[in-house]
């Protein structure tokens, strides 16, 4: 999520947040710490913006359950990782 730090981009991320999605945030200014901080329950907000900082191209952080899917997505066919990336953007699917 671009503009993370303040304003719109802050409360899209905070939303997202809330409703358990994970989180890759940035932002220009220098304040994205602080919102990461305030954040906190998106923990791929701290563990990206730390890979960020350290200069690494790839992460994947977050959840057991993402990591999981980011391990299968390897393997995976292009039409099983099509159904599973549906059924992540249905209404309600970042409850669980």
């Given at each position: 999520m671009t503009g993370a730090s303040s304003r719109i981009g802050y409360e899209l991320a905070r939303e997202y947040a809330e409703h358990g999605f994970?989180?890759?945030?940035?932002?220009?200014?220098?304040?994205?710490?602080e919102a990461a901080d305030?954040?906190?329950?998106?923990?791929?907000?701290?563990?990206?913006?730390?890979?960020?900082?350290?200069?690494?191209?790839k992460i994947t952080a977050g959840s057991l359950k993402t990591r999981a899917q980011a391990a299968a997505n390897?393997?995976?066919p292009d039409s099983a990782k099509a159904e599973l990336h549906r059924g992540m953007a249905e209404h309600g699917s970042g409850d669980d």
């Open positions: 994970d989180l890759l945030i940035n932002a220009e200014d220098g304040h994205l710490a305030r954040l906190r329950g998106a923990q791929v907000a701290r563990q990206g913006f730390e890979a960020l900082m350290a200069g690494k191209d390897k393997v995976l």
